[in-house]
């Protein structure tokens, strides 16, 4: 059985364009599946974008209203891709039409505004999916076989973080990530949610954190509106604005499970390029993995061995959950957006099935309450529980 999803994707910048190409690999790397994605409509507010989206990847329309793409009559699943501040209201949009909803984090500038994004999509009895990659490296999904099954024991320790430069450069332009009002909370919006995220699933909720924040660069040089992206620099002598969120987000972490451990975010730290990880140990054992050597996994199970005590260093296959999709070779690499492409699938899949698959909007909501902790915790000092 076959299963055509008309696909309509809103905001084509980087990240909507992976998008797009995520869903034209679905029909082949899943090819079982029957879920056949069909690219309907792509929208941006650039109509050179828009039409370069279009050529490229092969939409049968474009346009420059993302209204149009929720109209439109041949489309079931709507892609949000768009700057932060306008999810809310697309959402509003979207699940208002009756169609599912697939939006890149953060689904709210705050968690005031993500409570109401999951809400909308609750009672609007619609998929939702949310842009949580990293959980998808297959050695990511055997790290969380091996806990699930006890394997390293009784979880005791916690690190998770999310290291990048791209905001190091004192002339990366001023986009909307750096201003609060529309990107909303800084580090703690745009990275810390993959680190939250990646923990939920890996260690499970938390009861309380004590957090602080800062802000390193506090000037930027203006972007020109439509052209480049964050990764985009100016020139010394440029006119500047204000930086107006936080550059750097970190919190000791209690569990609800007893485990006790810290999270650690930022956009401007020099050396890590994109260095999200995790360091988890237990009674028996313990894991170690980092983004930037997606294809290995360090384990250390020294109860299994009596011919070696330290970590094993180990290499992605295709015994590894998704790898074979990809490739049928022993360290053969797959890479970020082959992510997007799991992605993709996962939530295309929710819909087929009828069943609500993880991460869905409830998800982001569980996120946004160590968000919120994470914020009274700066404003307040010390420990902060996390709420419902």
């Not at 439509?226 to 002598?237: A, R, V, Y």
């Amino acid at each position: 059985m076959t299963y055509d999803l008309g696909i309509g994707v809103i905001g084509m910048g980087w990240m909507g364009m992976v998008h797009g190409r995520s869903y034209r690999q679905v029909a082949d790397r899943f090819y079982d599946s029957g879920i056949r994605p069909r690219l309907v409509i792509c929208a941006d507010e650039s109509e050179e974008r828009a039409r370069s989206a279009q050529e490229r990847l092969g939409f049968a329309e474009m346009t420059t209203d993302w209204r149009a793409v929720v109209d439109h009559p041949d489309v079931q699943v709507v892609n949000i891709a768009a700057p932060n501040f306008l999810h809310l209201e697309m959402v509003e949009a979207v699940t208002a039409a009756g169609k599912h909803v697939f939006c890149e984090k953060p689904v709210g500038r705050t968690p005031q505004e993500t409570a109401q994004v999951e809400a909308l999509a609750r009672k609007a009895g619609v998929m939702s999916f949310v842009g949580f990659n990293y959980r998808w490296a297959p050695l990511v999904q055997y790290a969380k076989q091996l806990i699930d099954e006890g394997r390293i024991g009784k979880l005791t320790h916690y690190r998770g973080r999310f290291f990048s430069m791209y905001g190091s450069n004192p002339y990366s332009q001023l986009s909307w990530r750096f201003e609060y009002e529309q990107a909303g909370l800084g580090v703690l919006g745009d990275l810390m949610p993959h680190v939250i995220d990646m923990a939920h699933m890996l260690a499970g909720p938390m009861k309380q954190v004590a957090a602080n924040q800062h802000t390193f660069i506090t000037e930027r040089p203006l972007p020109i509106p439509g052209k480049g992206t964050h990764f985009s620099l100016g020139q010394p002598g440029d006119p500047t604005g204000p930086v107006t969120n936080e550059d750097y987000a970190a919190a000791l972490v209690q569990f609800e499970n007893g485990v006790q451990g810290t999270l650690e975010a930022c956009r401007v730290i020099y050396g890590p390029k994109c260095e999200m990880a995790f360091e988890i140990n237990g009674t028996e054992g313990a894991i170690r993995w980092n983004f930037e050597r997606m294809n290995e996994l360090e384990l250390y199970l020294p109860g299994e061995s009596d011919t070696h005590d330290g970590y094993t260093r180990l290499l992605g296959g295709p015994k590894y959950p998704f790898h074979g999709r990809f490739n049928p070779g022993d360290g053969i690499g797959m890479g970020y957006e082959d992510l997007k492409i799991i992605e993709a699938y996962q939530f295309l899949q929710s819909i087929v099935d009828g069943q609500q698959r993880e991460p869905s909007f409830k998800a982001a909501l569980d996120l946004a309450r160590v968000q919120q902790a994470m914020v009274d915790s700066w404003e307040a000092g010390g420990w902060v529980k996390i709420e419902n």
